[in-house]
């Protein structure tokens, strides 16, 4: 083992992870590259799980972070009124909701993607009056009780130790090729012998992060509200992965034409890194009494300075067609690499900057992460059964630095699949 990982070894819990994928020690970030003690130089197709959509130590977030911190700025605040806060509050409805025709209350829980899940799952059973709630296979939605109760995965769920309940689970667009999976929904709901309540809210990632990069179609999305709609059910977009450009958009939802009641936020909103989420909710629906939900720190200012930063990205279209062109690129190396290298027996998956390729072959997509790993490239895998290589470079990554990784990544597909030579 690296005489510089035994700190680690030593000391942290054996629930660490992302140290077993990437042993080594990191010492600098900027854009979408990183590098380590020895000085050796990563390609960054990571991105933090996607909380670092803009790259490392973006120039015009940190300048804007500095300066506050240099001024003294708030640091910690609760929900007090603040300079920070209020410059976020104006610029976001000015830059992304007046401009998309949103109306939304912003409510800030704690600062993690889990912490708006709950808010929202509070919510929604508040104002209907409802208990359960339907989330769909392969959904991921975080790490405390109640996300963990609408999160499919079964060995995060293990982790629980309790009952996850007042959960029902339904099929994700095409998760069964040949049913239509909302007339199986509404079958349920429609039928009083069902055992199925109406719920009080339904939840969902348009593309699935940890589930698989799995992307539901946009029809798929359009008959998801029609059918809340119809039942009086509130539709909770968990955008916490997908949102802030990953898929394109500001919001993964733009494309489909839909309005969700809440959208839940959170990884790449603070734009530089730093913990922030926020539940946006439906103006009619904002029943929370003062301090009926609530979160220690959910005053972060120094993330309420770099989010108002971030957004200057938004004032224009350039960050989103560079998005669009780049993502077509990155879908037809994809394709390429499924044909030329057919020892894969891989479907690729998703849209925009969150995209992977899943193999039917079993432990494949990890021993081509871990060889990328070897050759200088980041990336991690996901679904259910690590099945899926996934692709997350920054939104803003150059054509030099997005060359480069897909060319890695090229020669460790290759490296894995080589079939070694017999006399």
């Given amino acids: 083992m690296n005489k510089d990982l035994k700190i680690f070894e030593n000391s942290e819990s054996e629930v660490r992870s992302y140290v077993r994928s990437f042993p080594t020690v990191f010492t600098k970030t900027k854009g979408y590259k990183m590098w380590n003690k020895e000085g050796k130089e990563y390609i960054d197709f990571f991105s933090g799980a996607g909380a670092l959509n803009y790259g490392h130590n973006d120039d015009h977030m940190k300048e804007k972070l500095i300066e506050y911190i240099t001024n003294d700025g708030i640091t910690h605040s609760l929900d007090m009124a603040s300079v920070a806060k209020a410059t ?14 949103l109306d939304y209350k912003m409510m800030f829980p704690g600062p993690t993607g889990t912490n708006t899940v709950e808010s929202a799952l509070k919510l929604a059973r508040k104002v209907t009056g409802r208990t359960d709630i339907i989330s769909f296979t392969n959904g991921f939605h975080g790490m405390t009780i109640g996300s963990l109760s609408v999160t499919g995965n079964s060995m995060k769920r293990k982790g629980a130790g309790i009952p996850l309940q007042n959960v029902v689970t339904m099929p994700y667009d095409n998760y069964v090729n040949d049913q239509d999976s909302l007339d199986y929904l509404e079958r349920f709901l429609e039928d009083s012998g069902s055992g199925v309540a109406i719920p009080a809210a339904m939840i969902l990632e348009t593309v699935q992060g940890e589930g698989g990069i799995n992307a539901a179609s946009f029809e798929w999305l359009k008959k998801i509200e029609a059918v809340c709609k119809r039942w009086g059910i509130l539709l909770i977009v968990d955008d916490v992965q997908a949102g802030i450009g990953r898929t394109g958009t500001f919001f993964s939802f733009e494309p489909a034409g839909i309005k969700p009641d809440i959208i839940c936020l959170s990884k790449s909103l603070s734009g530089y890194g730093t913990p922030f989420a926020m539940t946006l909710v439906r103006p009619d629906i904002d029943k929370f009494a003062p301090g009926e939900h609530n979160g220690t720190f959910r005053g972060n200012n120094h993330a309420f300075v770099t989010a108002a930063a971030a957004l200057d990205y938004w004032k224009d279209d350039t960050l989103e067609n560079n998005i669009k062109i780049k ?15 057919p020892e894969i027996k891989g479907e690729v998956r998703g849209r925009g900057f969150m995209v992977g390729v899943a193999s039917e072959v079993d432990g494949l997509s990890n021993k081509i992460a871990a060889k990328a790993f070897e050759l200088g490239l980041i990336m991690e895998t996901s679904g259910p059964n690590d099945e899926v290589f996934k692709l997350f470079p920054a939104l803003n990554i150059d054509d030099e630095g997005l060359n480069k990784g897909l060319d890695i990544l090229e020669e460790s597909i290759k490296s894995v699949v080589k079939k070694p030579v017999t006399n």
């Avoid at 976020?88 to 025709?101: A, C």
Wanted: no cysteine; glycine share 0%; proline share 3%.
């Fill in 88 to 101: 976020f509050l104006e610029k976001f409805q000015d830059v992304i909701l007046k401009p998309r025709d």
């Fill in 327 to 341: 993502s077509q690129k990155i879908i037809d190396f994809l394709e390429k690499m499924v044909e030329k290298y």
